[in-house]
């Protein structure tokens, strides 16, 4: 195919050949109104001279056609996966193809989208338009023949308008799924991310159905895969619900409305919140025994901490000084160790007893409350001076029940060096601790260790001939920590290089307090996009493998490879977005993959009406192709138009013949220019001169006669 036209390449500025085409027309209009006879002569010449500035050339175009494109966008997201959905979506594939293969001119694209290939880690939803347009950015919007579009219905990209899509060609929705679908899903409405530990943290949930019967539905609270409350909800009414933090760190609640009869999925019956647990002001009680370094070494280390609220009651009062003075004259102020120690003892994080001995300052009845806010699940760390082991030390008062160990009566005196244990390499207070790395550890040497025979739980730390010198323990549904020496505060002032004083004590208190992530024996996953790492901590040298239960219930077994000591580590990839449920156990561990509520999973039923604005303001149409309980599909007739205001009818789609080319040759042919230029324009001022001259002689002799 050869096409023709002209081209322009002005030896001059635009203005200035406008000026001389200004210019010329004046002169020629002049000359015709004086009745010139040379003025058509003239014209003639600065026609030629504006032909020459403009230097115009033939242009003889040889172009190529090109196929119409026309894009098939499959989705391929996971709301296609039920029901029907996707061996429908195959099928009209399947049938696209065959068809617009029988048209003669056509290249067919055909475009996946969804979060399988991808293109969406869930937050996004579908976004099919997305798609469309990486898929057809080599191809110019004028060859496009038409875009069609196997879909639910449920896109979240749609563009407001046909400008803002750019489409040029007719749309088609066909859609899978069948009417009459429905659907229950679990809302959040308002989701806190922080929280204050046992405070009362608000939800607001709503329950929302799809021709569901709208009857009152009972929704099941989860925090960390344990049954909370239960409560019933009315379809599309706020509902809200308090609920307590239990610990600090990520606290996983699950909001889980009951299934539906006939509904598409059960996947979005659930709503996920991660809320992080915070404390305000630990509350921290110190009692001091006599003055010792080691009183300023624990005070130094819980004010630095402006999150610590700390209470110190410190004896003055050596164990050796008994002179019958009154108890309640031995303080300047009174102590309120009745109400500390009685009523007001539920409301401390921790309690500390460094070097204390009971001279009958606190009553046994004291002690006693101690001993159930312990066992209530109240954390309790002892530091064991030279009176521990002595008739009026702490353990031969109703503490030594909770106490780990049980002192022999031995003190050893001399030069020691702190080492981690076989069980303190593994367990994450002490693991990695700095300096324990080397043999023997970076730590300076201690002095004294209250020799202890150990009754229950863990040593940590071993001090002279491989003794316990740091025991943690459970009691009840709290903790205890027993240090038997009072030596440590000389890593606090560096004596020798000194040791990790600080981390180390932190360490302690923090597990004494419940902090998840220094449970010696726990389970942990965690989620980096679609890679999942199930972790393992143990007091064990094995572990066996875990149970992981995906989203939509599907069953794995991992095993778990040892990665340093006492863990364990197994990593997969995640296939589903939503909640993983990784057990081992009575251990149980959850993760999030993806958004917490993905927006692919709020709405799931088909629906024609998001795109029929768009696919009708473009000449196409939307329709269903499915139909309820078969994955047979009734498909439209396809049709080549030409340009036409719809594109549609009711048992067919038609696809606009863009009839676009690309040049394949181009020939240019100056016109104004060489010798065809010259001689027009020296024709042109002979004749001029010629008509001129003869006007001029006819004159002469008309008057000479």
């Known amino acids: 195919m050869t096409e023709f036209g002209l081209a322009f390449a002005p030896l001059a500025p635009l203005w200035l050949i406008g000026l001389f085409a200004a210019l010329s027309a004046a002169l020629v209009v002049a000359a015709l109104v004086l009745r010139r006879r040379g003025a058509i002569f003239r014209a003639v010449v600065f026609c030629a001279l504006l032909g020459a500035l403009s230097n115009p050339s033939l242009v003889e175009e040889r172009r190529e056609g090109l196929r119409d494109v026309v894009a098939v ?70 060859r496009l023949g038409a875009v069609v579009m196997v879909t639910d219905g449920v896109v979240h990209d749609i563009p407001p308008s046909l400008a803002a899509a750019n489409l040029k060609a007719p749309l088609h929705a066909l859609i899978t799924g069948h009417d009459g679908e429905r659907d229950r899903r679990m809302v959040l409405v308002e989701a806190p991310r922080f929280g204050l530990i046992g405070k009362d943290v608000v939800f607001t ?49 699950e909001f889980d409305a009951e299934p539906m009869d006939g509904e598409l999925t059960e996947i979005n019956n659930k709503a996920v919140a991660m809320v992080e647990g915070i404390r305000d002001h630990l509350k921290v009680l110190l009692v001091s025994g006599e003055p010792n370094p080691g009183e300023r070494a624990w005070r130094n280390l819980l004010k630095s901490d402006p999150n610590v609220e700390l209470v110190h009651f410190t004896i003055l009062r050596p164990p050796e000084k ?46 006693d409350n101690i001993v159930k806010y312990v066992r209530d699940g109240g954390a309790l760390a002892i530091v064991a001076g030279p009176n521990f082991a002595e008739p009026d030390g702490l353990y031969y008062t109703p503490i030594g029940k909770v106490v780990p160990a049980r002192p022999t009566g031995e003190i050893s005196q001399g030069p020691f060096r702190a080492a981690l244990s076989a069980i303190g390499e593994r367990h994450p207070v002490t693991r990695d601790l700095p300096g324990s790395q080397s043999k023997p550890p970076a730590w300076s040497e201690w002095f004294r260790q209250e020799q202890a025979t150990p009754l229950r739980g863990a040593a940590v730390l071993s001090g002279v001939k491989d003794s316990p010198l740091l025991m943690l323990s459970r ?25 990790p004083y600080v981390d180390l004590m932190r360490r302690v208190a923090h597990w004494l307090m419940k902090e998840p992530e220094l449970e010696e024996e726990a389970l942990r996953a965690t989620a980096r996009g679609r890679e999942l790492t199930i972790e393992r901590q143990s007091l064990s040298d094995q572990s066996g493998k875990a149970r992981l239960v995906s989203p939509s219930g599907k069953t794995q077994e991992l095993a778990l490879a040892p990665a340093g000591p006492g863990l364990f580590r197994a990593t997969v990839k995640a296939d589903e977005f939503g909640l993983y449920r990784a057990s081992q156990g009575e251990l149980t561990a959850l993760v999030n993959v993806g958004p917490e509520n993905p927006l692919e999973y709020r709405e799931v039923v088909s629906t024609p009406e998001k795109l029929r604005p768009l696919a009708e303001a473009s000449g196409g149409s939307v329709r269903r192709i499915g139909a309820a309980g078969t994955a047979a599909i009734s498909m439209p007739r396809i049709v080549a138009m030409r340009d036409s205001p719809v594109y549609a009818g009711s048992d067919y789609i038609g696809i606009r013949r863009a009839e676009a080319s690309v040049a394949r040759g181009v020939k240019l042919t100056p016109l104004a220019v060489g010798w065809f230029g010259l001689l027009v324009l020296l024709g042109a001022l002979i004749a001029a001169w010629a008509w001129e001259g003869r006007r001029a002689g006819t004159k002469d002799a008309a008057s000479g006669a």
Do not use: C
């Open 322 to 367: 008994q002179d019958g003075t009154p108890i309640r004259e031995l303080a300047l102020i009174a102590f309120p160790t009745a109400e500390l120690f009685g009523k007001k003892i539920v409301d401390f994080d921790l309690i500390v007893f460094d070097r204390y001995s009971n001279m009958g300052l606190l009553p046994p009845a004291y002690f």
């Open 73 to 142: 966008v499959l989705d391929r997201s996971a709301s296609q996966n039920f029901g029907d959905r996707r061996a429908q979506t195959e099928a009209a594939r399947v049938a696209l193809d065959q068809a617009l293969k029988g048209l003669d001119n056509v290249e067919v694209r055909f475009i996946e989208a969804g979060e399988e290939t991808g293109d969406s880690e869930g937050g996004d939803g579908t976004r099919l338009f997305s798609a469309l347009n990486a898929g057809l950015a080599d191809v110019a919007s004028e």
């Open 205 to 253: 949930a709503k329950v929302e159905e799809s021709n569901g019967p709208g009857d009152p539905v009972a929704v099941t609270v989860r925090r960390d895969g344990e049954i909370v409350s239960r409560v019933l909800a009315r379809p599309g009414e706020p509902l809200k619900i308090p609920l307590k933090l239990a610990h600090g760190g990520r606290n996983v609640l």
């Open 475 to 499: 009691e009840g549904k709290g903790r205890v920590g027993l240090l038997l020496t009072d030596q440590s505060w000389l890593w606090s002032r560096g004596y020798e290089g000194g040791g």
